[in-house]
């Protein structure tokens, strides 16, 4: 009866323990913490970097460049003509580093224009956090929300570390375009 009483609580133990590590964030990377926006880029698009700062076209060329390589499921290409501008604004918001405007059609893409926050001392003076902002916001653009995990996606993250797409971003864009 001891040996029945001892297994069984042992298996129960066991069940909370995997329940609770296995639904913990030490595992997040195999659950669904990405958000979708619920649009999408029908095909491959176009753009055109509009500021007359260097350093903000640059940050938007790399923001560029990292998701081509990232996934492969949309290119973005250069084009002086494209209606697809990213570019810059001055806003004395003390919180908003960039902003992505998206508009779409039955869900598709047709138009995004993007803009870093140039009045944002680390917009102005971090490379890094340029980047990591130029990617969080084209990540809107590709149909990615706001979340709280690790991600470029998330806006808590620490834009001097974090200045590539993450696991999650990434899955994110899988449960979009595949």
Do not use: C
Not at 52 to 58: L, R, T, Y
Not at 74 to 86: E, G, K, V
Not at 129 to 158: C, F, K, P, W
């Amino acid at each position: 009866m001891k040996k029945v009483v001892l297994v069984s609580m042992v298996s129960i133990f066991s069940l909370i323990f995997v329940t609770f590590n296995f639904g913990s964030e030490n595992f997040s990377h195999t659950a669904k913490a990405y958000s979708l926006k619920g649009w999408h880029w029908p095909g491959n698009m176009t753009y055109a970097t509009t500021s007359s700062f260097i350093e903000i076209d640059a940050s938007w060329i790399d923001a560029v460049n990292v998701w081509n390589r990232r996934q492969d499921h949309r290119t973005i290409n250069y084009n002086a003509n494209s209606s697809n501008h990213l570019t810059d604004e001055y806003t004395t918001s003390s919180s908003r580093y960039g902003v992505m405007s998206t508009w779409s059609t039955d869900g598709e893409v047709y138009r995004f224009y993007g803009r870093l926050n140039r009045s944002m001392y680390d917009i102005k003076n971090n490379s890094r956090v340029r980047q990591s902002t130029a990617i969080h916001e084209l990540g809107h653009s590709l149909g990615l929300g706001h979340t709280s995990s690790y991600a470029i996606m998330n806006t808590s993250r620490d834009r001097r570390e974090l200045i590539e797409p993450t696991f999650d971003d990434l899955n994110g864009m899988d449960a979009i375009y595949d």
